[in-house]
């Protein structure tokens, strides 16, 4: 970037291109490392400053959707380089506002960045708007058949809720927002109240290139309010056809039941809990234990344990073998040092859940890391129980967001299938092994296929690849809807919806239908994907 | 069909291949056309029988989505083979139970079968597996990209409530069973108890092919039951992972609210409500009013006006040239003769819509057909109100199941947009005008898009192809879910979800991921699609 971009950050709504001063009240986000308040304070809306930006982002939506994909593309873009152009005060405030190291706030930047350019190829390319041609057959017996085009379009404004975990790539220019721009689709995003300073500056940098581009105002607000009320308000707002969420099961299922008790039901997509089973096998252990269990540590205590992806199950052989294997974690896992999580809450939340895993009948600790020098920087812990009991007690699929694991010891390939079908929907599944498990892995992998989004192999499923096969997904409640992927091109998909128009004129269908061809699409005819 | 497939009807669920008699009494249905009751009495199952065919899908789900795309492909044909080898005792009972002619029938059968036929094809081709890999780049820095490769897989059984209206096309072998079938769904239909002789020949042409292909017998259930209690029942099971219906606004919102209730949420395909507006330009009219008066008079009374695309709103100019057609149609309808209705029930359902509306301030009767000379065969009727009423007045959106319609007379173009903005999500939107009319036509298209599955120009929504191209689908109410469609090859995406796998060894890939291409799929690889 040639050009710096400085926006101040004032506490302020950004509500269709205008900042606004909320009067619903003020709030102040803490450093975690310190407990200390920063400045400013922001100022939260009420609901009829709300309804401005819904109202405005309904008023968009016709316009933005018009744009080409040329046009749409190098929005997407233009708002990558704004956020590359904020440079070094973003990564400073974000880090202040979470706690998290310069360089994973400088990291999760190039996946924020890329992952909008990634969205602006996609748009550019084209196959998201599925375009298909029945072209008319006035001569077929018994009855003619007229031509039938169809494509996908936006929904509508989508409302999404900034994460607490991921400050820039699943908040204001992340994911959601990325792939609801891209399918055409104005976005309101909810700051996150724990980094609003964060989220204010990419606001600015998306606004501003909603205004270099001469696009409507309402294509982008973001709003600072009260946590629950005024995201309750948003989601049941009826200018907001589908909700991007990402957050915990209570916030996601409560958001689920404000868009089904609508009027108007609306789709609602959130990433919500999940424990994320790793299944060890014997050759793994054989192969190299002590990568293995440095592997699980790093995995487990990457980020104070605080990814989606964060694996807190691990099954275990029983016998010697399997004892080596937990031995060797525990030692790693007694020299590392906690980290400060993101928030105070969070940090009292992962304490209560440790605590709660402390008192479980047949739960016992194995091992736990030395806590960290800041505020908010709990040691990590280690469990174990037996598969009878994991399968018996809920209590233990209830994810504790910190670097918190349980080692489930399995004494047979029955009991870890029963185990597997046992779980609850999760994320991700990941199997340690070499090929001589192969036999006793072949009959576990439709059961995983049936509970979870992603499957992996010899490998941590923290980290998440942002491409096009990645499925950052799975059923409830490791998301509200199994059918869609939060991470990756194919989430463009989930802010869609097919339209098919019968025997129009050329000149009033939409470009993407017409005879030309002009955006020089691929596009199925009579069934058949066709290049352009 | 070579050889004839006469099985005998006993008013028996088929529970997982079994013949079931139901322990929770007995139902009958009626001749509509004489109010006779027809033998034999169902038996209706209870909570307990109804478990038994849920598990028994959940048991057959792993077996069944592991069939190839050729075996697949197969089953569907030899269902639609059977189908057509259940000869002439299908069509004749369908016209006992339903009042409709044979010839709508035998056409209903030939779609039913066609579609079977299409969706065997769209799974032996495979591109709805929507293969995607990322090949691993082992020297990308900052960080090597592992292989990741994903595919769709079925949601898992699926719950199918046959429609009233369609007691072939949307019922036992119909539109969702098919496509559900053919994601790698098994199915439980549960029968309209409107026809459940049809349904139970359908049933055992299905389980014929099950038997026939070695698949599990769960992979298919039909079950009779008292309507509400134990559809609620069926939706509410943990075994049932998505649903769809065909039928009432009233009885589709309580399966949204029962699947929304659930441990698990599940998706709910329902298609209840549309009223289907027709927009009539000054071109138009001028054009050929002859043809567009008995066009839109024999659209609406097709079947008694019992199709989801009914068109029961129509939107005319004032003025003289508007009274022309309202005149023109008004003397096509009044020679009209109503035709059996599907059940008592819905004739007098029908009657009291028709009923309200003539209360309706504002409203008032143009013309009315004669009734027919059997049973519950209303006569049909036209109204007629003002775009100031109808956006007042959201009463006259109601569906009126059934041959009765409203002109809406509008004053201008922006009484029309208004009047478009105002209306609730519909499955059609149609459009009779000449290139004379585009000027106006151009801004009423996006806000159209917003609203409604399907746009037509120059044609009628009943009558809906079954092809690529098609969407039967559109905002709420017209469905639940406006991100599918239930008619048409894209309808196989709703019963799917995609996994990913992430360096998963060849040999444990599924065959559509496996580097040697098996089943020969076009494969997106690198976000770019590829012909195999």
Redesign the interface.
């Known amino acids: 970037m040639t050009t710096t971009f400085s926006p101040v950050i004032t506490g302020q709504s950004l509500i269709a291109g205008r900042a606004v001063e909320g009067t619903a009240g003020t709030a102040q986000a803490l450093n975690p490392a310190t407990n200390e308040k920063l400045e400013p304070a922001i100022t939260l809306i009420d609901d009829r400053q709300l309804a401005e930006a819904t109202a405005a982002a309904a008023a968009a ?2 316009t933005y ?2 744009t080409t994909p040329a046009e749409r593309a190098a929005f997407l873009e233009r708002i990558a380089d704004n956020i590359d152009a904020l440079g070094a005060p973003l990564t400073e405030r974000a880090v202040l506002e979470t706690g998290l190291p310069a360089a994973r706030i400088d990291g999760e930047r190039a996946r924020t960045v890329g992952q909008l350019r990634l969205f602006a ?2 748009v550019r ?1 084209g ?1 998201h708007l599925q375009a ?3 072209p008319a057959l006035p001569d077929r017996a018994p ?1 003619p ?2 031509d ?3 494509r996908h ?1 936006g ?2 404004p989508v409302a999404v809720f900034g994460a607490s975990n991921f400050p820039l790539a699943f908040s204001t220019g992340g994911g959601d927002t990325a792939s609801a721009l891209a399918a055409g689709c104005p976005v309101i995003v909810k700051a996150h109240n724990a980094h609003p300073g964060t989220a204010e500056l990419v606001g600015h940098a998306i606004v501003r290139a909603v205004e270099e581009f001469g696009l409507p105002a309402g294509v982008f607000s973001l709003i600072f309010g009260a946590g629950t009320s005024i995201g309750q308000a948003l989601v049941a707002d009826p200018n907001i056809k589908a909700v991007g969420f990402t957050g915990s099961r209570g916030g996601g299922t409560a958001i ?2 404000t868009a ?1 008790a609508r009027p ?2 609306i ?1 609602v997509y959130a990433e919500m809990s999940s424990i994320n089973p790793v299944f060890v096998f014997p050759g793994a252990i054989e192969d190299d234990i002590g990568a293995l269990a440095t592997g699980l540590v790093g995995s487990l205590t990457m980020g104070a344990g605080q990814f989606c992806t964060n694996p807190g199950l691990v099954f275990v052989p029983s016998g010697t073998q399997g004892d080596g294997f937990v031995a060797a974690a525990s030692e790693a896992l007694r020299v590392t040092q906690g980290s400060t999580m993101l928030t105070r809450g969070i940090a009292a939340a992962c304490g209560e859940g440790v605590a709660k895993l402390r008192n479980e009948a047949d739960v016992t600790v194995v091992a736990e890391g030395q806590p960290g020098p800041t505020e908010n920087a709990p040691g990590a812990v280690l469990f174990s129980t037996t598969t009878d009991s994991f399968r018996e007690n809920l209590q233990l699929q209830e994810e504790v967001f910190g670097a918190a694991g349980i080692f489930v010891r399995y004494n047979s390939q029955d009991e870890l299938l029963a185990s597997a079908e046992a779980l609850e ?1 999760q994320l991700t599944a990941t199997i340690h092994a070499t ?1 001589s498990d ?1 036999a006793t ?2 009959p576990l ?3 995983l ?2 509970r ?8 941590w499923p923290t ?1 998440v ?1 942002v ?5 950052h ?1 799975g ?3 490791a998301t ?6 939060s991470v990756g ?2 989430a463009i998909m989930r802010f ?10 050329d ?2 269908l939409p470009a993407a239908l017409q005879e030309a061809n002009p955006w020089h699409l ?1 596009r ?1 005819i ?2 058949q ?1 066709t ?1 352009s």
Chains 1, 2 share one sequence.
């Open positions: 939506f016709d959707r018009a190829g996609v390319q196959d298909r041609i029945d009855l058949r007229l039938i085009r169809q379009i929904l509508g689920m039941a089904a108007e039901p789709p929907g090929a192969n892995i072949a992998l439709p059961v296929e049936r979870v989004g992603r499957i992996l192999f010899n490998s980290g690849e491409g096009p096969a990645m499925v997904g059923p409830f409640p509200s809807d199994s059918r869609s992927t091109s194919l869609q919806r097919p339209v098919s128009y019968q025997n129009i004129p000149e009033l691929n199925r009579n069934g994907q290049a």
